[in-house]
């Protein structure tokens, strides 16, 4: 496992939730931080909470404010960095106001979830990227002092489902688990004597956050009905993991190498398994081809069947 200790991290999306605790669990190993978000005021109150989290306090944690859908200013924020980063966490995104069904939605909607879930991954990573190849470029590094550049993108199982509701959100998680599956491969033609490069993608399910509540007051009935988000919010939370558990789980799957990180929900595991495609099967790929099998024959056409229903059951006509 790859000790975190001095290791510096870039996290776009910190400014809350998820990112926060992901921020916290490497700056409590000794990682220096850099949050990333729109917001400075949220930014300063997410930085209050990692500083208490540091392992010593010799550690830096910046917050930097910028669009980080802007590929000019991603640029402008990393580089204005004193230390370059040796992983970039993307988990920035959501779909608070983007809810509902196609016919109901504007075309601001579309354009304003791929900017918040695809391109702020998109941009940060082609920048982090670019920025890592010109160092191994100039820098002469010494015997065995390769060096490990991590990309993680928190993505989410709406990538491989869509469900109503989500008509926004689910085609731009799916953008994010194809740029994740493609920049796995280019790696490769990276890694090499300087450093080794590794890519990550993590999917959780619903797990509790101040922004799911917020989701949920603007959810469709069909759609928490589909999803399992159904009932009050003390149930959701006995229901759903939080934040801080999800973040763990992320974290440590990364120390081990994993690419597709499923570690908070069976469901989701189980609907990797069925759409694998050219991403690499976890462990040695006996569960999943299993499941594969299992989920493909025997579970997909009961509840693709069941979810038909209820959406001829919501008919408008």
């Known amino acids: 496992m790859e000790k975190l200790a001095d290791k510096t991290i870039f996290i776009v999306g910190g400014s809350g939730g998820l990112g926060v605790e992901i921020a916290r669990a490497p700056a409590g190993q000794g990682a220096h931080i850099t949050i990333f978000g729109r917001r400075q005021g949220p930014l300063d109150e997410a930085k209050k909470t990692i500083l208490a989290s540091r392992l010593h306090a010799t550690q830096e944690t910046n917050a930097v404010s910028a669009d980080m859908s802007d590929a000019s200013e991603v640029d402008i924020a990393f580089k204005s960095q004193p230390q370059m980063a040796d992983a970039l966490y993307c988990v920035a995104g959501g779909t608070v106001n983007e809810l509902g069904f196609l016919a109901d939605i504007d075309a601001s909607n579309l354009e304003g979830c791929m900017r918040n879930n695809y391109f702020t991954a998109a941009h940060s990573a082609m920048s982090m990227w670019k920025a890592w190849i010109d160092d191994d470029k100039n820098k002469d590094r010494k015997v065995g002092a390769r060096q490990l550049r991590q990309v993680v993108f928190i993505n989410s199982a709406g990538a491989f489902v869509g469900l109503p509701g989500y008509i926004t959100y689910a085609p731009s998680k799916c953008a994010v688990r194809a740029l994740a599956d493609t920049l796995r491969m280019e790696a490769l033609r990276y890694s090499g004597a300087s450093s080794t490069y590794t890519v990550h993608c993590a999917f959780p ?92 024959l025997f579970i997909w056409p009961v509840v693709r069947r069941r979810w038909d229903s209820r959406c001829k059951k919501d008919s408008l006509v």
């Open 205 to 296: 399910s619903n797990f509790i956050t101040e922004t799911f509540f917020r989701e949920q007051e603007k959810k469709p009935a069909l759609t928490k009905e589909l999803e399992g988000t159904t009932g009050s919010n003390e149930d959701l939370q006995k229901r759903f993991p939080s934040e801080d558990k999800v973040a763990l789980g992320i974290i440590n799957a990364v120390a081990k190498g994993e690419f597709a990180i499923c570690e908070d929900s069976l469901e989701t595991a189980l609907l990797f398994s069925n759409m694998i495609g050219p991403s690499p099967k976890r462990g040695f790929g006996i569960l999943d081809s299993l499941l594969s099998i299992l989920v493909g």
